[in-house]
């Protein structure tokens, strides 16, 4: 009974989350189209629905409907499980984002945290390894495809994806020995209280060079432009999901958007404050309405997620895309000797001015 | 319910080591031999170490595997074939291999010794911290070795891949 009802409120939790993110794709698939509209002084998609709101649904739609093909001399159950191991990663880092206050309400009898589903205590090294394991669903896609375009995209993709997944783990380090946690809702919390205490800004070492260095990382890792060599489609059509249609695409498209999410909700957690307002406290709990002050910070969180995911659109418009040995050089040569320097230097000073 | 977990994970972990070097195919090799590396993480979930279950999935899974499955890709092996005429050698090595592990088995009557810490101890701070702890005191000198090493291996692939390095001095 306990352990059943448990289960419940944990699936719901889940079910909540996936819907949220889910709903948040959707978005996203418009938004992009709109801004970057919007940036070449164009309208974007205007015909499905008034100013193209209901243009996600379409393309659901229409993904849903298409032929599903299997090209010939691929293989097939590597090239059908590829979108899955691309897709799940990609959902499951979500488990440990704390998404609002870390309070506890009473249901049934039982401790509930409502806006995080799972704290385990080290959420942000449960986030590294299975966004490494996403990289599996882009090479073994490209690989089963039985085409070169794919199996060059997804050779790129497995270089690059290790090249910066190093920098993303070295950018973290920073946040990790200031905040003496890997626990994403101790790192948040150890932010309260204005944003000069967030750890972009805070001291005893503000970690700006390591948001940088993330930021940068966080775009090469979800192949995103100025990034997407793996998908370059002067180069190599579509990279690794040339040979792919219908529900196996929609896969990897939704895989990707989900991993724009995520890294969005880490960035805001590790570097922003999370679900932390810029000032000291809430306002609705200084004009007594405390109960729902929650409200407040979900919507902070909120903000700065979608903030960062503005990022991501306003550079896919400006920048253009590197060449790959620019790529390689500027990860290893640049952002590895940037992100170990923050190591070193937050280390002296934490051990100088212990918070 | 603890037992059916490690004979759940351990079982698993078996059959796929076993996969790794039965399959053809070198692809579905590092596939089976991903499946055992989460298992192995699993393992350490349940003895409560889940830094070194993270750790696990983010080095080999993460890197290793990856770089394993990009070389073959890159050469594009699609079945082994070259050493498939070693069995009788093998075949010798195992045999010998598992006699000693048999009469070890035989030999060790004595209950596994206690843990050095109890296991409660290891859960209130949090492993991560404690592992950091140990690593930095009790067991410097081995991670400094360690270190050293992998630093050496480094400089030794540098200089492998970098055929003009006394070149440009010139």
Same mark, same amino acid.
Not at chain 1, 11 to 35: H, P
Not at chain 1, 52 to 59: C, F, K, R, S, Y
Not at chain 1, 172 to 199: C, D, N, P, R, Y
Not at chain 1, 254 to 276: D, H, K, P, Q, T
């Given at each position: 009974?306990?352990?059943?009802?448990?289960?419940?409120?944990?699936?719901?939790?889940?079910?909540?989350?996936?819907?949220?993110?889910?709903?948040?794709?959707?978005?996203?698939?418009?938004?992009?189209?709109?801004?970057?509209?919007?940036?070449?002084?164009?309208?974007?998609?205007?015909?499905?629905?008034?100013?193209?709101?209901?243009?996600?649904?379409?393309?659901?739609?229409?993904?849903?409907?298409?032929?599903?093909?299997?090209?010939? !001399?691929?293989?097939?159950?590597?090239?059908?499980?590829?979108?899955?191991?691309?897709?799940?990663?990609?959902?499951?880092?979500?488990?440990?984002?704390?998404?609002?206050?870390?309070?506890?309400?009473?249901?049934?009898?039982?401790?509930?945290?409502?806006?995080?589903?799972?704290?385990?205590?080290? !959420?942000?090294?449960?986030?590294?390894?299975?966004?490494?394991?996403?990289?599996?669903?882009?090479?073994?896609?490209?690989?089963?495809?039985?085409?070169?375009?794919?199996?060059?995209?997804?050779?790129?993709?497995?270089?690059?994806?290790?090249?910066?997944?190093?920098?993303?783990?070295?950018?973290?380090?920073?946040?990790?020995?200031?905040?003496?946690?890997?626990?994403?809702?101790?790192?948040?919390?150890?932010?309260?209280? !204005?944003?000069?205490?967030?750890?972009?800004?805070?001291?005893?070492?503000?970690?700006?060079?390591?948001?940088?260095?993330?930021?940068?990382?966080?775009?090469?890792?979800?192949?995103?432009?100025?990034?997407?060599?793996?998908?370059?489609?002067?180069?190599?059509?579509?990279?690794?999901?040339?040979?792919?249609?219908?529900?196996?695409?929609?896969?990897?498209?939704?895989?990707?958007?989900?991993?724009?999410?995520?890294?969005?909700?880490?960035?805001?957690?590790?570097?922003?404050? !999370?679900?932390?307002?810029?000032?000291?406290?809430?306002?609705?709990?200084?004009?007594?309405?405390?109960?729902?002050?929650?409200?407040?910070?979900?919507?902070?969180?909120?903000?700065?997620?979608?903030?960062?995911?503005?990022?991501?659109?306003?550079?896919?418009?400006?920048?253009?895309?590197?060449?790959?040995?620019?790529?390689?050089?500027?990860?290893?040569?640049?952002?590895?000797?940037?992100?170990?320097?923050?190591?070193?230097?937050?280390?002296?000073?934490?051990?100088?001015?212990?918070? | 319910?603890?037992?059916?977990?490690?004979?759940?994970?351990?079982?698993?972990?078996?059959?796929?080591?076993?996969?790794?070097?039965?399959?053809?195919?070198?692809?579905?090799?590092?596939?089976?031999?991903?499946?055992?590396?989460?298992?192995?993480?699993?393992?350490?979930?349940?003895?409560?170490?889940?830094?070194?279950?993270?750790?696990?999935?983010?080095?080999?899974?993460?890197?290793?595997?990856?770089?394993?499955?990009?070389?073959?890709?890159?050469?594009?092996?699609?079945?082994?074939?070259?050493?498939?005429?070693?069995?009788?050698?093998?075949?010798?090595?195992?045999?010998?291999?598992?006699?000693?592990?048999?009469?070890?088995?035989?030999?060790?009557?004595?209950?596994?010794?206690?843990?050095?810490?109890?296991?409660?101890?290891?859960?209130?701070?949090?492993?991560?911290?404690?592992?950091?702890?140990?690593?930095?005191?009790?067991?410097?000198?081995?991670?400094?070795?360690?270190?050293?090493?992998?630093?050496?291996?480094?400089?030794?692939?540098?200089?492998?891949?970098?055929?003009?390095?006394?070149?440009?001095?010139?």
């Amino acid at each position: 009974m306990e352990i059943g009802l448990r289960l419940a409120v944990s699936l719901a939790q889940i079910a909540a989350v996936m819907g949220i993110v889910m709903l948040t794709v959707m978005v996203l698939t418009l938004a992009e189209r709109k801004v970057l509209g919007w940036m070449q002084d164009r309208m974007g998609p205007m015909e499905v629905g008034p100013y193209g709101i209901l243009q996600p649904i379409a393309d659901g739609l229409k993904l849903f409907f298409k032929e599903d093909i299997i090209p010939s !001399g691929a293989n097939k159950f590597l090239f059908t499980l590829a979108p899955i191991l691309a897709l799940v990663p990609a959902m499951i880092g979500f488990a440990v984002i704390p998404f609002g206050p870390s309070m506890t309400i009473e249901m049934f009898g039982m401790q509930i945290k409502p806006f995080v589903i799972s704290d385990i205590n080290i !959420g942000i090294l449960y986030i590294l390894a299975f966004a490494s394991i996403g990289a599996y669903g882009i090479i073994l896609g490209g690989w089963a495809s039985n085409s070169k375009y794919s199996l060059l995209g997804g050779l790129r993709s497995a270089a690059q994806v290790i090249s910066y997944e190093l920098n993303v783990g070295l950018a973290i380090v920073g946040v990790i020995l200031l905040s003496g946690s890997l626990s994403l809702v101790k790192i948040t919390e150890a932010q309260a209280g !204005g944003f000069w205490h967030w750890f972009i800004l805070s001291m005893p070492f503000p970690q700006i060079f390591a948001f940088v260095v993330y930021v940068i990382s966080a775009v090469a890792e979800t192949n995103r432009v100025p990034f997407d060599l793996p998908e370059a489609e002067s180069e190599l059509v579509a990279g690794f999901f040339t040979e792919y249609s219908g529900m196996r695409f929609a896969f990897f498209f939704i895989a990707e958007y989900a991993n724009m999410i995520l890294v969005s909700c880490v960035a805001a957690a590790l570097f922003l404050g !999370g679900w932390n307002a810029p000032y000291p406290g809430t306002i609705l709990a200084y004009i007594g309405l405390e109960h729902i002050a929650w409200m407040e910070n979900v919507v902070w969180f909120a903000v700065k997620v979608y903030c960062f995911l503005f990022l991501f659109f306003w550079l896919r418009a400006t920048l253009p895309r590197l060449r790959y040995d620019q790529l390689m050089r500027f990860g290893w040569k640049v952002m590895l000797p940037i992100a170990l320097g923050n190591i070193v230097l937050t280390a002296i000073a934490a051990y100088f001015f212990p918070r | 319910m603890d037992h059916i977990f490690f004979f759940y994970f351990a079982g698993v972990i078996a059959v796929t080591s076993l996969l790794v070097v039965a399959l053809r195919n070198p692809v579905y090799s590092a596939l089976a031999l991903l499946i055992m590396f989460f298992h192995v993480a699993g393992l350490y979930v349940t003895l409560h170490a889940e830094f070194l279950a993270a750790v696990q999935i983010v080095v080999y899974a993460g890197a290793i595997l990856v770089l394993y499955l990009f070389v073959v890709m890159l050469l594009n092996v699609k079945t082994e074939e070259r050493y498939h005429d070693q069995l009788p050698v093998a075949g010798l090595l195992g045999v010998m291999l598992s006699t000693e592990v048999i009469l070890l088995l035989i030999q060790s009557r004595t209950a596994a010794p206690a843990s050095a810490v109890p296991v409660d101890t290891v859960i209130a701070p949090g492993n991560t911290e404690l592992i950091g702890e140990v690593l930095y005191s009790t067991y410097l000198f081995p991670f400094e070795v360690a270190s050293l090493l992998l630093l050496v291996a480094m400089i030794g692939a540098i200089i492998l891949a970098k055929k003009d390095i006394g070149e440009g001095a010139q």
